[in-house]
């Protein structure tokens, strides 16, 4: 994200966020850099799955940032690029949800590269939350005359593979392995193949080297009966 502000000639300053000694976020420092901040300020956080730090901002604390970033009149760009990898699909977008009942100004940046594994076909969704119609409506555009200079027409092949997936009961249902938490957990502890206990796996990260590795482990907790 910085180096993107950067190349935009916008003008970045990082925040403390993580408590090296810790390992921790670092709550109030995070307070302290949003009250300190020039009035209508734009602050960058991570939706959920914090990268590279894996310390996600609780409830409780998207409630304190939200009250302090709607106080002084700034701006909040969640970055969520990561929903559903977390503590499921629902509970990722706490922060969103909580930011958005405060009626507070917000762009979410929304990618579905990492859930759908369409890192060659990208697929995601800006939305943008205003506190009147009319901001709405300045808004939308000045983002239509940016769409039309840079790319004009976004790739729908990404999307229409996301679409075929989630309007049939059937795909969507074998969107996620047929796996409960102790047999991904059993799959993480014993063969080294990592993912969320939801059972949904990376395809992208499957090859021909690993693939044969992967479902012989998937086999042997499957036939182990773990439950």
Not at 179 to 206: D, E
Request: net charge negative.
């Amino acid at each position: 994200m910085k180096p993107l502000c950067d190349h935009a000639g916008l003008e970045t300053i990082e925040y403390p966020y993580i408590d090296l000694q810790a390992s921790e976020l670092s709550c109030q420092p995070c307070i302290d850099a949003i009250r300190s901040a020039p009035t209508g300020s734009v602050f960058v956080m991570q939706g959920c799955c914090h990268n590279p730090t894996g310390k996600d901002i609780t409830p409780e604390q998207w409630q304190l940032f939200g009250e302090e970033i709607k106080a002084r009149g700034h701006l909040a760009f969640i970055d969520i690029a990561y929903q559903g990898l977390g503590d499921g699909l629902d509970e990722d977008a706490a922060g969103v949800r909580i930011l958005s009942r405060l009626g507070i100004d917000m762009v979410v940046c929304q990618s579905f590269s990492k859930n759908f594994a369409l890192y060659g076909e990208r697929c995601g969704a800006l939305h943008v939350v205003t506190g009147s119609a009319e901001a709405a409506t300045n808004t939308k555009d000045q983002l239509r005359s940016l769409i039309r200079r840079e790319y004009s027409s976004s790739p729908a092949y990404g999307s229409r593979l996301v679409t075929i997936v989630l309007d049939d009961p059937q795909l969507r249902a074998q969107w996620c392995l047929a796996l409960t938490p102790a047999q991904c957990n059993a799959l993480i502890n014993n063969h080294h193949v990592h993912l969320p206990v939801s059972g949904r796996i990376n395809v992208a990260g499957l090859s021909t080297s690993n693939i044969k590795r992967t479902a012989r482990a998937i086999d042997a907790v499957v036939r182990g009966n773990i439950s």
